[in-house]
């Protein structure tokens, strides 16, 4: 009878020394073992439901470099394996958004640089995986001022244009055009010499690295020698 109740309290223990490792492991990894999967049905049955594996994100759809848009629009979708407890989750700039479905669109954001972000998470809130993609949100066209300029009649056969950009971005650049010619780049001060005598108009604009234009600035004067 003794050894009979040992060999009891020994299985027992046995018993015992697997379950309550993975009890404790399947309350660390969910909120609620029973929601998990996890049952015990009698001395050492069990069942874990399986985690998601090989998870990535794709972008299916993503902003250019440089966008001049009202709106931003996007599409991914979530790989992987076991994937009905896996949710994703959108950050603009690290900053969550109301929605995350795909495709997704995202209005009324200022102009700046941007990184979008979508990760996807399991069930405690673990990150399995994600993907970025940066972009420029640039809406606003460049604004060229002519600071000096001849304008009337001239009595020399040389002219200069001075003319400034701004922009809110770095990097606009000026288009000029000198009586009706092709627009090419031009820097400032734009100087003219062995101008002839009669009417002449000089055209200027200016683009930023979206593609946003300035209006065109007209000079006009007449060289009399």
Same mark, same amino acid.
């Given at each position: 009878?003794l050894?009979?109740?040992?060999?009891?309290?020994?299985l027992?223990?046995?018993?015992?020394?697997?379950?309550? %490792?993975?009890?404790?492991?399947?309350s660390?990894?969910?909120?609620?073992?029973?929601?998990?999967?996890?049952?015990?049905?009698? $001395?050492?049955?069990?069942?874990?439901?399986q985690?998601?594996?090989?998870?990535?994100?794709?972008?299916?759809?993503?902003?250019?470099?440089?966008?001049?848009?009202?709106s931003?629009?996007?599409?991914?979708?979530?790989?992987?394996?076991?994937? $009905?407890?896996?949710?994703?989750?959108?950050?603009?700039?690290?900053?969550?958004q109301?929605t995350?479905?795909s495709?997704?669109?995202?209005a009324?954001?200022?102009?700046?640089?941007?990184?979008?972000t979508?990760?996807?998470?399991n069930?405690?809130?673990?990150?399995?995986?994600?993907?970025?993609?940066?972009?420029?949100?640039?809406r606003?066209? %460049?604004?060229l001022?002519?600071?000096?300029?001849?304008?009337?009649?001239?009595?020399?056969?040389?002219?200069a244009?001075?003319f $400034?950009?701004?922009?809110?971005? %770095?990097? %606009?650049?000026?288009y000029?055009s000198?009586?009706n010619?092709?627009?090419?780049?031009?820097t $400032?001060?734009?100087?003219?010499?062995?101008?002839?005598?009669?009417a002449?108009?000089?055209?200027?604009?200016?683009q930023?690295?979206?593609?946003n234009?300035?209006?065109?600035q007209t000079?006009?004067f007449?060289?009399?020698?």
């Amino acid at each position: 009878m003794l050894k009979a109740n040992i060999k009891s309290w020994a299985l027992r223990l046995k018993t015992l020394m697997f379950a309550v %490792p993975v009890i404790l492991a399947c309350s660390f990894l969910y909120t609620n073992c029973s929601q998990s999967g996890f049952q015990v049905a009698g $001395s050492d049955a069990n069942q874990i439901l399986q985690e998601p594996s090989a998870v990535a994100v794709i972008f299916k759809e993503v902003p250019p470099d440089s966008v001049t848009a009202n709106s931003l629009s996007f599409a991914y979708k979530i790989d992987g394996q076991n994937l $009905s407890s896996v949710t994703a989750k959108c950050y603009l700039n690290e900053v969550l958004q109301q929605t995350c479905t795909s495709p997704m669109d995202v209005a009324s954001v200022e102009d700046a640089d941007y990184t979008l972000t979508v990760s996807a998470y399991n069930r405690n809130n673990f990150v399995l995986a994600e993907a970025k993609r940066s972009f420029r949100l640039d809406r606003k066209a %460049p604004v060229l001022t002519i600071n000096s300029a001849p304008s009337g009649t001239i009595a020399t056969n040389s002219a200069a244009i001075k003319f $400034s950009l701004t922009d809110n971005f %770095p990097g %606009p650049v000026a288009y000029c055009s000198a009586d009706n010619a092709a627009y090419a780049l031009c820097t $400032s001060p734009l100087n003219f010499s062995n101008l002839t005598t009669g009417a002449h108009t000089v055209k200027i604009y200016a683009q930023d690295t979206a593609g946003n234009k300035s209006a065109i600035q007209t000079v006009s004067f007449t060289v009399n020698l």
